[in-house]
Nanobody, 125 residues
Framework: QVQLQESGGGSVQSGGSLRLSCAASGYTYSSYCMGWFRQAPGKEREGVAAVYTDADSTYYAKSVQGRFTISRDNTKNMLYLQMNSLKSDDTAMYYC??????????????????WGQGTQVTVSS
């Protein structure tokens, strides 16, 4: 079955960096759009970044543009999120997701059908 397993979360001070990873299995990884979403306490889950099947086309939420970089390795079925210049507002549970490539650009939750369990990121000021 489809499995998505995130890792790399943790606690960091404001201005610091973290790199999240997601290991995928159980499906044709290279055929799916891959994305990162996050959910802070008391808030709705929001799209952070997505990468198309070709690994070249990437999409970002405005709040992370220029600070976060999404990438994928289709030979290893891995997804990454490099997070730099972290702010306290970035504190959230981060989820890896796989979805239809046709709406990858939209970063909409309903376009992603497979989800990981999440990894916590905490940024202290």
């Amino acid at each position: 079955q489809v499995q998505l397993q995130e890792s790399g979360g943790g606690s960091v001070q404001s201005g610091g960096s973290l790199r999240l990873s997601c290991a995928a299995s159980g499906y044709t990884y290279s055929s799916y759009c891959m994305g990162w979403f996050r959910q802070a306490p008391g808030k709705e889950r929001e799209g952070v970044a997505a990468v198309y099947t070709d690994a070249d086309s990437t999409y970002y939420a405005k709040s992370v543009q220029g600070r976060f970089t999404i990438s994928r390795d289709n030979t290893k079925n891995m997804l990454y999120l490099q997070m730099n210049s972290l702010k306290s507002d970035d504190t959230a549970m981060y989820y890896c997701a796989a979805g239809t490539p046709y709406r990858c650009y939209a970063l909409k939750e309903d376009s992603f059908g497979f989800w990981g369990q999440g990894t916590q990121v905490t940024v202290s000021s």
